[in-house]
């Protein structure tokens, strides 16, 4: 991949690359230091990937909080402007994925080819139709072959597309989401693993703040991302990702960010869910929380369990003050 390219050599490499494929057909590069390419915009859109853009995996309904810790991970992005064309059709392009960490071990995932491939698909009618860009490149996992995909659909506001968009802006016409896919496995649900943003906008869709009757506190921040795009559930389950905890253990105390620590297990309606917090450093012996909320009508209960190393359970709070709000 082209992970240390300077910006506009990038950009040259993908409007050069393959005329019709999604990219611009003149091969403009800009000014030559940076700056944006040149392009139609009435048939065109233009795409903006930030530097350190990534992709956070999803949860799937059904799985076990055991089962999404297998399948976190995060999708990089390479950086650049992309010349999006409206058309459809299938077509060689380089770009846009530059690397897939996956498993609790940020395990890579090795890019197989500097080029993949862009569809480009319309769907719907005016005024409720959207441009779907797909571009998917083969990895290998493990000694397994697997595929990475980038998504991104754009909506036009009164018939009237987007000229640019960019992916660290507020997604008011657009979505943008990933998927892995892993060699098939005995369980079928653990060779597919879709994503959103990492960075997804504010305000949070739930915030909880949780406290034992030993005094240990637990607070969570969620927020949500392109539904079935980026989640794999059904009826009116919510397509949350959990984006940080702060942890106070007695004298410990920890602010997580890290996404690869931070595990969701969504049930249907959202309700009963649990979440997995990883603590590194661990706290003496608890390397890992698993904080619960309550089933229907409180019954079960909201716990903490507290986990060794090997993610067994040592103990668990079973009087635990569990408040939520939700926007």
Not at 241 to 257: C, N, S
């Amino acid at each position: 991949m082209h992970r240390h390219l300077p910006i506009f050599l990038l950009a040259g490499l993908l409007l050069a690359g393959c005329s019709g494929s999604g990219q611009s057909g003149d091969g403009g590069t800009g000014d030559g230091d940076g700056g944006k390419p040149d392009y139609d915009d009435t048939n065109s859109i233009l795409l903006t990937i930030p530097e350190g853009t990534s992709l956070c995996s999803g949860f799937s309904e059904g799985r076990t909080w055991q089962e999404e810790l297998q399948m976190v991970g995060q999708i990089e992005l390479v950086s650049g402007y992309y010349v999006l064309e409206r058309e459809p059709g299938t077509n060689a392009a380089a770009g846009f994925i530059e690397r897939v960490l996956f498993g609790p071990g940020r395990t890579e995932a090795v890019v197989q080819a500097e080029t993949g491939s862009l569809e480009t698909e319309h769907r719907g009618q005016p005024p409720y139709d959207e441009w779907i860009f797909t571009y998917r490149v083969p990895t290998r996992l493990d000694g397994k072959e697997s595929e990475a995909s980038f998504k991104l659909g754009v909506y036009p506001n009164e018939g009237v597309w987007p000229a640019e968009i960019s992916l660290d802006a507020d997604p008011l016409r657009w979505h943008a989401s990933g998927e892995f896919h892993i060699e098939p496995d005995t369980d079928p649900g653990l060779h597919e693993q879709r994503f959103a943003l990492c960075d997804l906008p504010d305000p949070p869709v739930r915030e909880i703040t949780a406290t034992g009757a030993n005094g240990h506190r637990i607070e969570l921040t969620l927020k949500e991302g392109p539904y079935y795009d980026s989640c794999m559930l059904a009826g009116e389950t919510q397509c949350y990702f959990l984006t940080r905890a702060a942890v106070k253990l007695g004298a410990y105390e920890a602010d997580i960010e890290d996404r690869f620590r931070l595990i969701y297990n969504g049930s249907h309606h959202n309700w009963y869910d649990k979440y997995l917090l990883i603590l590194d450093p661990p706290a003496d012996d608890v390397h890992a929380v698993l904080a619960i909320a309550a089933g229907f009508n409180d019954n079960p209960p909201a716990e903490f369990v507290y986990l060794d190393a090997d993610l067994e359970e040592l103990s668990r709070e079973s009087d635990v003050d569990w408040q939520e709000t939700n926007q």
